[in-house]
């Protein structure tokens, strides 16, 4: 089969503790048809030493001050000519076989636009803390209960990620659940039971440290899809949502390896 070319973006700032590891996990692939980008905020430590001694395996990078995150991705994906788009965050890793699974699975259901695997919950020095088996998407679910998709196991085609107009660059901690909520609008949402990524658990991530953000944006993105909604009500499908979560989980599952 010929192997579609996988665009992946990674932005980083100041993680020169993690990056060469995530840039390995990608390199180490072996796969032929990557094409591999890095948008670094200016970094002020190892991480521009780190990046040039792989310089040669990447397709472009570049090191400049930015608006953040979401800034960064942009303009990785703005110059990325992939089939397949992705972005690994600097800090978390891919699964050995990844891309190649990724690629098999775009051959064989040729409708699919975007799949999403599981992943494990990691520390900062690679131990796993917890597999996490997931189940399929459910729109409901994810809006009321909270954005259960993998964001480093999550492939989508560019066509796709054009079509949305891609990531909302006002977004600073939920531009991944913006993303998906717009794609599960025109496609359907796919899952593949494998650890297809390592997602790293330590007390300066920036997911840990902005959870109040995190919030005020997600509520922001449900009031798009339901405007106001009356307070008890929306406390009721929360309480629904979880609900179906868990007994989906049970059911499949995932609650055991």
């Known amino acids: 089969m010929t192997l579609p070319k996988i665009s992946i973006v990674t932005p980083s700032y100041n993680q020169g503790n993690y990056l060469e590891r995530t840039i390995l996990s990608i390199l180490n692939q072996s796969y032929p048809?990557?094409?591999?980008?890095?948008?670094?905020?200016?970094?002020?430590?190892?991480?521009?030493?780190?990046?040039?001694?792989?310089?040669?395996?990447?397709?472009?990078?570049?090191?400049?001050?930015?608006?953040?995150?979401?800034?960064?991705?942009?303009?990785?994906?703005?110059?990325?000519?992939?089939?397949?788009?992705?972005?690994?965050?600097?800090?978390?890793?891919?699964?050995?076989?990844?891309?190649?699974?990724?690629?098999?699975?775009f051959h064989h259901m040729t409708d699919a636009q975007f799949v999403y695997g599981d992943t494990f919950w990691i520390d900062d020095h690679d131990a796993i803390i917890q597999r996490r088996k997931e189940t399929g998407f459910s729109r409901f679910i994810c809006l009321y209960?909270?954005?259960?998709?993998?964001?480093?196991?999550?492939?989508?085609?560019?066509?796709?990620?054009?079509?949305?107009?891609?990531?909302n660059p006002n977004l600073n901690m939920t531009m991944d659940f913006?993303?998906?909520?717009?794609?599960?609008?025109?496609?359907?949402?796919?899952h593949v039971r494998q650890y297809w990524s390592c997602m790293r658990l330590y007390p300066e991530q920036k997911t840990q440290r902005?959870?109040?953000?995190?919030?005020t944006e997600g509520c922001l993105i449900r009031q798009r899809y339901y405007g106001n909604e009356?307070?008890?009500?929306?406390?009721?499908?929360?309480?629904?949502?979880?609900?179906?979560?868990?007994?989906?989980?049970?059911?499949?599952?995932c609650y055991w390896t």
């Open 33 to 105: 048809n990557l094409e591999y980008i890095i948008i670094d905020g200016g970094s002020t430590d190892n991480s521009i030493d780190i990046i040039r001694r792989h310089e040669k395996q990447l397709a472009y990078w570049i090191s400049e001050p930015d608006c953040g995150q979401s800034d960064a991705l942009i303009k990785g994906f703005k110059d990325a000519t992939g089939d397949i788009f992705c972005w690994l965050c600097s800090d978390d890793l891919l699964m050995p076989g990844t891309l190649h699974s990724v690629a098999n699975f």
């Open 145 to 167: 209960e909270h954005n259960f998709i993998p964001q480093p196991s999550a492939f989508w085609k560019r066509g796709l990620y054009e079509e949305v107009g891609g990531l």
């Open 178 to 190: 913006d993303l998906w909520i717009r794609f599960s609008e025109i496609t359907k949402v796919h």
């Open 210 to 215: 902005l959870k109040e953000t995190a919030i």
């Open 230 to 253: 009356p307070s008890w009500s929306e406390n009721v499908k929360r309480l629904l949502a979880k609900g179906l979560r868990w007994s989906w989980k049970f059911a499949t599952g």
